[in-house]
């Protein structure tokens, strides 16, 4: 069965970073991709950026990519979000999310069977 855990999440100032990362386990996760969603107060679950375990390919959501880098240690199954720049309306839970079929550029949180309980990210002003 495939667990996800996420991890890294914290109080920082504005300006400050962080790198959240996400545990996999459970399956094989050559053909995976893996996306990051987060979800702000009182809002909708929204993409972040995705990545595919086979290779480099990343997705990222427009207004973030700037910002915002994901990577992977295929290694220790674990797949990471740097988080820079952080601004207050980063301010949300951020999730890690497991697609099997290996589908990168959607913003989709339909096509992710798979979810990670979440971790705060609190950016103060």
């Known amino acids: 069965q495939v667990q996800l855990v996420e991890s890294g999440g914290g109080l920082v100032q504005a300006g400050g970073s962080l790198r959240l990362s996400c545990a996999a386990s459970?399956?094989?996760?050559?053909?995976?991709?893996m996306g990051w969603f987060r979800q702000a107060p009182g809002k909708e679950r929204e993409f972040v950026a995705a990545i595919r375990w086979s290779e480099d390919s990343t997705y990222y959501a427009d207004s973030l990519k700037e910002r915002f880098t994901v990577s992977r240690d295929n290694a220790k199954t674990v797949v990471y979000l740097q988080m820079n720049s952080l601004k207050p309306e980063d301010t949300a839970v951020y999730y890690c999310a497991a697609d099997p079929r290996g589908r990168l550029f959607t913003t989709s949180q339909l096509l992710y069977p798979y979810w990670g309980p979440g971790t705060q990210v609190t950016v103060a002003s």
């Open positions: 459970g399956h094989t996760f050559s053909s995976y991709a």
